[in-house]
C-alpha cells in the first residue's frame, strides 16, 4: 500500500473586508472506513484518526462556529471488525449522533449488498446524496431516500450540495452485490440535474464526489476535471477516495479540498458571504490533523458501548499460532506470505486448481504469537468473495501473460497452484515460456482446470484486469460467485491449522530472454505483422542539415487490445548504421500513437507540430545516420526478437522492393505534407498528425 503524504496547497479569495458577512463552516469527512478507534497512518504515525478523537474536535469547531454543516464523502462504513459485525449499524448511530447534515455514498457502500446499504440509508437522519446512482428493478427501489442534491439554508444563504459517486463501481464489484444498482457518467448526470440546481437560486454550490487527488499523476482523477470544466458555476468541490489530504487546490475559480481517510484529518471549508448581497466574496479551507493526543469523546463512546462489547468479545478470540512472520508491506517484486495463505484457503474452501491473488500490505505484522480475528481483520481489509471459473490451459497463459502488465508491483497476481517460467521483458503473448501443475508436470491441453479469483480481481480490479473480466464472461467458463469471502475462508483454514508456518511457494522463474541483435532486413525477410503499425511519416524538408531531420518524424500505433511496451524494438531506415533501439520502458496503450522525430525543440517549429494527443520519442541521440530523406527510402519496425513487424518503401528504391506488400509502397509528398496510411495504402495528408 502506498503511503500517503499531505498534499500542501495555498489559496484564498479575498473580498472586501469591510461589507457585513455570514461565515458558514462545512466541517467533511471521507473515507472513514468504519475507524472508530485511532489508528495507523500509512506513513506510521499511531494514534491518529478515528471517529472517537474527531467527535471531539467536531463538536469544538461547532462550539466556535454554530453556522456549521457537516459532511461525510462515502466509503463510510466498511474496513472494520467493529463496523463488520453490525454491517455498519454503530457508525451510521455515530454519524447520527454527530448530527451530520449529508452523506455522499461511495464505492465500498455496495461490499456488503444492497440490503445492507438500504437498512443503512433508512437508518441515518440525515440527507443521501449520489445524483448518479439509479435502481433499474422491478421491485421497490432501495434507494428511495437518495436525492442528487439537496438544499441548505442557513442565515438566509442557501448552499446547493450535489453528490456524485464513482462511475467505476461496476468495474470493482460483482454484479450480485450491484443487483440493478446504474451507475451514470458523472458528467451525464450533471446535465441533467445542474439545471435544477440553477432553478433554485442558491448562493453558492458544492460538489460532493467521491473520486479524489492521485498523488501518482499529481493531478485531480479526469471525471472531476470533467465536470468542473463543462460546469465552472461550482464553487467547491469535496472530494474522496484516493485516501489523500488536499487542504486548498484550484482548479479555474473552483476550490478543490480534499480529507484524507480514516479520520486522520477533518476538513474545514469557510464561506463568507456579504449578508446583504448574499453574495460568496470568500472562500479557504485547511485539512486539520487529528490526533494522537485529542481526548476521545465518552459521549459516543457510550453510545455504541454494547457494540464495542460485542466486537472485543469477536475479536479477541484466538485463530491459531503463528510459528513465523504474516502481515506488514506487501513486497512490490515477489510473493507475500498473506497472498500464499489467502490462496491456499481458497484451495481449501472451494477444492480450486489455480488461485489467482495478488498482496496486501498492512500496518499489522505478526511474530511468533496467537492470531486473533481482529489480527486478521487488520491483515485481510476487504469482504471480496470468492469467484471460480473453468478455464482450459491456453486461457490460463492468457490471463498470466495479461497480467505481468504488472510484474514488480503488488498488482500483480501470483497463480497460485502452478510453477511459471516467464520472460517478463518478451512480447505480449509470447513472455510465458511455461507452465506446470504443482507436481511440475505440464497442464493436459484437454482439460479444463477450477480457477479462483477474488471478486474484485474478477469484475476486473478497477480495469487493470479486463482480460479476466472477459474470460469470465464466456458461458464456458461457468463462473460461480462463492458465497463465502476470502477472509472468512482464512478464517476457516488456519483455525483447522491450529499452527500456521507463514511461507511462499516460488510460484514465478524469471527467465532473462534476449531482446534480440540488429538482423539485416532485406526484399525476401517476410513480414510478421503485430499491434505495432507504422501510420504516418514525412521525409522531405528542404534546408540544412539540422532543419531537414527536424522534417523527417513518423508515428507508431498500438491497433491491439494490449498495452505494449516498446523496449527492445527496433528502427531502422535500411541503410548501414540507420537503426536504433529502445532501450528503456516505452508502454503504448491500446488506440495510441507515438511520434518519433530526431529532434523535439526543431520539430515543434512546424505549425502542425502542437498537437497535445500525442506524446514524442526523441531519437536523435540514438540514431546514428538515420534519415528518412534521399538516403533511405524505406523505414521498418524490427520486433525484438528481430522480426520485421511492419515497413514502408517509397522513393527511388520502391522498384528494389519487389517481394514486398504492395500497400507498403507510398508516393512522394510535398513540404508541410505527409503520408498517412488508409485502408486503400499510403496517401498524401495535406494536413499533419490530424488524424491522431
Known amino acids: 500500500m502506498k503511503k500517503i503524504s499531505f498534499i500542501l496547497f495555498i489559496f484564498t479569495i479575498v473580498g472586501f473586508a469591510g461589507a457585513k458577512s455570514v461565515d458558514i463552516t462545512i466541517l467533511h469527512t471521507t473515507d472513514l472506513h468504519g475507524n472508530v478507534f485511532p489508528t495507523t497512518d500509512y506513513d506510521g504515525s499511531e494514534g491518529v484518526g478515528g471517529l472517537f478523537q474527531l467527535a471531539t474536535v467536531i463538536e469544538r469547531l461547532r462550539g466556535e462556529n454554530p453556522n456549521t454543516l457537516l459532511v461525510d464523502n462515502g466509503d463510510t462504513f466498511q474496513g472494520t471488525l467493529f463496523s463488520y459485525s453490525n454491517r455498519g449499524n454503530s457508525i451510521i448511530k455515530c454519524l447520527n449522533f454527530l448530527g451530520y447534515n449529508i452523506w455522499n455514498l461511495g464505492n465500498h457502500e455496495f461490499d456488503w449488498g444492497i440490503d445492507a446499504l438500504a437498512e443503512n440509508l433508512k437508518q441515518f437522519s440525515g440527507a443521501v446524496l449520489n445524483a448518479n446512482l439509479h435502481w433499474t428493478g422491478s421491485a421497490t427501489s432501495p434507494f428511495k431516500k437518495i436525492k442528487p442534491f439537496v438544499i441548505e439554508k442557513i442565515k438566509g444563504i442557501k448552499i446547493a450540495f450535489i453528490g456524485l459517486n464513482h462511475p467505476d463501481i461496476p468495474f470493482w464489484s460483482r454484479n450480485f452485490l450491484l443487483e440493478n444498482t446504474v451507475l451514470e457518467d458523472p458528467v451525464q448526470a450533471m446535465f441533467r440535474v445542474m439545471p435544477e440546481v440553477i432553478l433554485q437560486k442558491p448562493d453558492a454550490i458544492i460538489l460532493l464526489m467521491h473520486s479524489g487527488y492521485d498523488e501518482e499523476t499529481h493531478s485531480l482523477e479526469t471525471k472531476i476535471k470533467e465536470v468542473v470544466e463543462i460546469f465552472p458555476d461550482i464553487d467547491v468541490v469535496i472530494g474522496g477516495h484516493t485516501h489523500t489530504a488536499v487542504p486548498t487546490l484550484m482548479f479555474g475559480k473552483t476550490l478543490y479540498t480534499q480529507a484524507a481517510y480514516h479520520g486522520i484529518a477533518l476538513g474545514e471549508l469557510q464561506l463568507i458571504f456579504d449578508d446583504e448581497t448574499r453574495e460568496l466574496i470568500q472562500k479557504k479551507a485547511v485539512v486539520i490533523p487529528i490526533g494522537p493526543n485529542e481526548e476521545q469523546s465518552k459521549k459516543i463512546r457510550e453510545l455504541v458501548k454494547s457494540e464495542l462489547e460485542c466486537t472485543e468479545a469477536i475479536g479477541t478470540q484466538t485463530v491459531c499460532f ?109 513472455r510465458v515460456l511455461s507452465i506446470r501443475d504443482k507436481n511440475n508436470k505440464p497442464l493436459d491441453p484437454e482439460k479444463k482446470y477450477t480457477v479462483a479469483f477474488n471478486s474484485y480481481v474478477a469484475a476486473s480490479g478497477g480495469k487493470e484486469f479486463m482480460p479476466v473480466r472477459a474470460a469470465l464472461s464466456k458461458k464456458s467458463s461457468r463462473t460461480k460467485d462463492v458465497p463465502l469471502t476470502t477472509r472468512e475462508s482464512v478464517l476457516n483454514f488456519l483455525k483447522k491449522q491450529k499452527v500456521y508456518k507463514p511461507h511462499i511457494e516460488n510460484i514465478i522463474e524469471h527467465v532473462k530472454g534476449d531482446i534480440g541483435r540488429f538482423v539485416p532486413v532485406t526484399q525476401n525477410t517476410a513480414l510478421n505483422p503485430g499491434s505495432l503499425q507504422l501510420i504516418e511519416f514525412a521525409f522531405m524538408h528542404p534546408g540544412s542539415r539540422s532543419e531537414e531531420q527536424s522534417g523527417e518524424w513518423f508515428v507508431i500505433k498500438n491497433i491491439g487490445k494490449e498495452v505494449i511496451n516498446l523496449k527492445g524494438y527496433s528502427i531502422s531506415d535500411g541503410d548501414e548504421g540507420g537503426r536504433f533501439r529502445i532501450k528503456k520502458d516505452v508502454k503504448l496503450a491500446p488506440g495510441e500513437p507515438l511520434l518519433f522525430c530526431n529532434n523535439s525543440e526543431q520539430f515543434q517549429k512546424h505549425a502542425y507540430a502542437g498537437n497535445p494527443y500525442i506524446r514524442f520519442f526523441e531519437y536523435g541521440k540514438l540514431a546514428g545516420r538515420l534519415n528518412l530523406g534521399n538516403r533511405g527510402d524505406e523505414l521498418m519496425i524490427i520486433d525484438p526478437h528481430g522480426r520485421l513487424a511492419d515497413q514502408v518503401v517509397y522513393g527511388p528504391r520502391r522498384k528494389l522492393w519487389k517481394n514486398w506488400p504492395a500497400e507498403s509502397k507510398a508516393p512522394n509528398h510535398k513540404v508541410g505534407e505527409s503520408l498517412i496510411k488508409t485502408e486503400g495504402g499510403w496517401e498524401v495528408n495535406e494536413d499533419p498528425l490530424s488524424g491522431w
Open 322 to 430: 503463528v510459528e513465523g512472520v504474516i502481515g506488514g508491506e506487501a513486497p512490490e517484486d515477489m510473493e507475500s506470505p498473506v497472498q500464499t495463505l489467502i490462496s491456499e484457503a481458497i484451495v481449501d474452501s472451494v477444492n480450486a486448481d489455480v488461485v489467482f491473488h495478488g498482496a496486501f500490505s498492512s500496518c499489522c505484522v505478526i511474530s511468533n504469537k496467537e492470531m486473533t480475528v481482529s489480527d486478521l481483520y487488520k491483515i485481510i481489509l476487504y469482504e471480496n468473495r470468492i469467484v471460480t471459473a473453468e478455464l482450459t490451459p491456453d486461457e490460463i497463459t492468457y490471463l498470466i501473460d495479461s497480467m505481468l502488465e504488472w510484474w514488480g508491483t503488488p498488482s500483480f497476481n501470483y497463480p497460485y497452484g502452478l510453477k511459471v517460467k516467464i520472460d517478463v521483458d518478451g512480447l505480449p503473448g509470447e
